[in-house]
């Protein structure tokens, strides 16, 4: 991605109009079932092109495969005295990140000591490799290839935390305003992508980088509402934005709607890309039906 273009892009479509403009196939919406508590935060895809995914208050992952059979590969225990901030559940999952090997790590939230980064190893049950701050909401995860660590959104905490999944050592990677909420949540979503650290505001609805050098971040895009999880497809970002219900592009033509609730979303948590599938966890925290929603973009 060429940032310096696409940055100056991207703030320059906060004041764009923002219409509906399909830019895919028909879509394939899978439906979960919200009265078993199947309410998806995040996503790691597979090999085959199933999809993990993380219930948000339940501590299960769940796996969808291709054909759409969905299944539970792993739980994480809930606390009985779990007291999540601001949501007040015993647990919640947030990202999740698939590393070589087949091995997923998970943020989990819960209040207690039990908060932390867990690896979930095939045929094995979830260990807690790193211990995370309670009264923090820990929220996406994404893995810097260099090192193997994995970095971990704090949304109450304004801070991006590196994590050593084999030591379990934890520091506070990149911290300060530009990730502290308006009242809310803040640092959300995270990716590594083109030497940087990304990272979406969600109250502030802006998309920030941090060069993985150390430099200052910056903001690359604002205007973009309350701005979930993200990823990249080429040269754009595509993002969910979830109380408004939409999924956007955004790159140097602008900011464009590519889905939106007449398409199934349901407040869209997070997004994941493959070559040109789009794959979007719709939660339904605020009402409809949650689901796994697959399709073609142009």
Partial sequence: MR?????????????????AAPARAASRIIPLDLSAGQQPENIALEPDGSADLTFAYTGEIGRVTPSGRIGVIARIPVPADGDVPVVHRKLFLGGIVRVPGGDLYVAVSTGTAATGLYRVRPGAAPVQVAALPPAGFQNG????????????????????????????RVTDWATGELLAPAGGFGANGVKVHDGALWVSNLDRGTLVRFP?????????ASGLGPVDDFAFHGEDVVAAVNQENRVVIAGHNGVRTILSISDGLANPTSVAVRGDTLYVADSAYFGGSPNLLRTRLK
């Avoid at 994404?142 to 379990?168: L, Q």
């Avoid at 993985?212 to 903001?219: E, T």
């Fill in 212 to 220: 993985l050098s150390g430099a200052p971040g910056r903001v690359v």
């Fill in 3 to 19: 940032i310096k273009q696409i940055g100056v892009a991207l703030t320059a479509a906060a004041v764009l109009a923002v219409p």
């Fill in 141 to 168: 995860v994404a893995r810097d290839p260099a090192s193997g660590d994995i970095f971990v959104a704090d949304s109450f905490g304004s801070v991006v935390r590196r994590v050593s999944p084999r030591t379990g």
